[in-house]
């Protein structure tokens, strides 16, 4: 079946630190990926996606870019900001077909210290 | 010119009560959705509705049950609410089928079963 798996949290940075957070997927086909934020007490905000594969997706500072080879989505940012605290979302869709609901992996929660 | 609503935000039930939360969207989509998330942040598909069609059901029990007045709303009826209902419900729309499909999120409704 189609899943994603994504590393477990929480991630503790300092400020201006580098992330990363790993996903990887699972799918039958050749899946869209997306990245979602949830800020505390908020709904979920499209952060960034990509359709095909090695298409980059970019927003905010962070990046992602879709690997056939290695069935990743890797979040990344140069220099987080204690506003990126929140709940980061990677989720895999299929377009064109009859149904695309959204899978997603559990969720990693990032916290970032002054 | 909030693009998908859900009210109400917050809702505090007794057990075995009935309850409905409403989704609207200014998007222009065709498609709406009922996500889960439970307490652990974990989102899941619950039902889909494409031009006021069931789309999408995913094995969610009888006593929740979708209604579709029309394109731009999604309500979301519960019975006989039970202790495991506690959790936060996000509504969602895209438009289908296209190049661009992507979902748009409502801020959540936090339902508390006591």
């Known amino acids: 079946g189609n899943s994603v798996t994504q590393m477990e949290g929480p991630v503790t940075l300092s400020e201006e630190a580098f992330l990363t957070i790993n996903c990887t997927y699972t799918?039958?086909?050749?899946?869209?990926l997306f990245w979602y934020v949830q800020y505390p007490g908020e709904g979920l905000q499209l952060l960034l996606k990509?359709?095909?594969?090695?298409d980059k997706g970019s927003n905010k500072g962070f990046e992602a870019t879709y690997r056939k080879e290695t069935t990743s989505f890797h979040l990344e940012k140069g220099s987080v900001q204690v506003s990126d605290s929140a709940v980061y979302f990677c989720?895999?869709?299929?377009?064109?077909?009859?149904?695309?609901?959204?899978?997603f992996g559990t969720g990693t929660l990032l916290a970032v210290q002054p | 010119d909030t693009a998908v609503s859900q009210t109400p935000k917050y809702l505090v039930t007794q057990m075995g009560n009935d309850k409905s939360i409403k989704c609207e969207q200014n998007?222009?989509?065709?498609?709406m959705y009922w996500y889960k998330q439970d307490s652990k942040k974990f989102l899941k598909i619950m039902f889909s509705?494409?031009?006021?069609?069931?789309?999408i059901n995913e094995t969610v029990p009888n006593r929740f049950s979708p209604k579709s007045p029309d394109k731009a709303h999604l309500n979301l009826h519960i019975n006989s609410l039970e202790l495991g209902d506690s959790a936060v419900y996000f509504c969602?729309?895209?438009?289908?089928?296209?190049?661009?499909?992507?979902?748009?999120f409502g801020p959540g409704t936090r339902l508390t079963v006591l």
């Open positions: 969602a729309s895209s438009q289908l089928m296209t190049s661009t499909d992507t979902q748009y």
């Open positions: 799918a039958t086909g050749y899946p869209s």
């Open positions: 990509a359709t095909k594969a090695d």
């Open positions: 989720a895999l869709t299929f377009y064109g077909g009859a149904t695309n609901k959204l899978i």
């Open positions: 998007l222009g989509h065709d498609t």
């Open positions: 509705y494409n031009n006021k069609e069931l789309i």
